[in-house]
């Protein structure tokens, strides 16, 4: 597999949103306006790739009998220096996101590339397969939410340019529902899959 092809794999075909599906909690709980889907999406790629970048150094010295628990400790590592970076520089992100920040250490995603790719293969096409998988759930998390903010609340990354109130049951639960459930049939449709 070519460099460019373990770039892009993350955009299309092993999207982790709308064809993997993968992470669901963060994409449903965190998308209720398009800055929490890229916010959150950055955030997930910031400990994607450093992770997949130490577990490919790590993975060949790891025993099998422990090799979950040291990649969930590698993951949980950069966790939590993300949430101090959060903290220090852009407090009121943290605080939008809140408890989805800790989460990113059971994040399926995460764990399931250091398992799946980046314990098998080298520190370059793993911080590759970080940088294109991160970016293709960025980009699920953000149009999830554009599509979210703009019937929820009439505004698009805050910027209201719909007068009046929006229809409430997309900025809630239900909403989040339904706009995934269209968006991976549209998604699987230009992609070819149905």
């Known amino acids: 597999m070519s460099k460019l092809q373990i770039l892009t794999k993350g955009l299309l075909k092993e999207n982790p949103t709308f064809v993997l599906v ?32 130490v577990i490919s150094l790590i993975a060949p010295v790891v025993p099998d009998k422990v090799h979950i628990p040291v990649y969930i400790v590698v993951i949980a590592s950069f966790v939590t220096l993300l949430q101090l970076l959060m903290q220090a520089y852009v407090p009121d992100v943290y605080e939008t ?23 098998k293969n080298s520190v370059v096409d793993s911080a590759l397969d970080g940088i294109g998988i991160g970016i293709g759930f960025t980009l699920s998390l953000t149009v999830i939410g554009i599509v979210r903010e703009i019937l929820g609340s009439g505004s698009l990354f805050g910027w209201k340019f719909i007068a009046g ?22 998604f699987n449709k230009l992609a070819g899959k149905q």
Do not use: H, K, Q, W
Not at 179 to 184: A, C, D, N, P, S
């Open 22 to 53: 993968l992470g669901m909690c963060p994409t449903l709980a965190t998308t209720t306006s398009a800055m929490n889907g890229l916010e959150m999406g950055l955030a997930t790629m910031f400990v994607l790739i450093l992770s997949n970048i």
């Open 97 to 119: 996101l809140g408890l989805f920040i800790p989460l990113i250490v059971v994040n399926c995603i995460v764990l399931g590339r250091a398992e799946a790719f980046a314990s």
């Open 165 to 186: 109130d929006g229809i409430l049951a997309f900025v809630m639960a239900p909403g989040a529902f339904i706009v995934l459930g269209y968006l991976m049939v549209l």
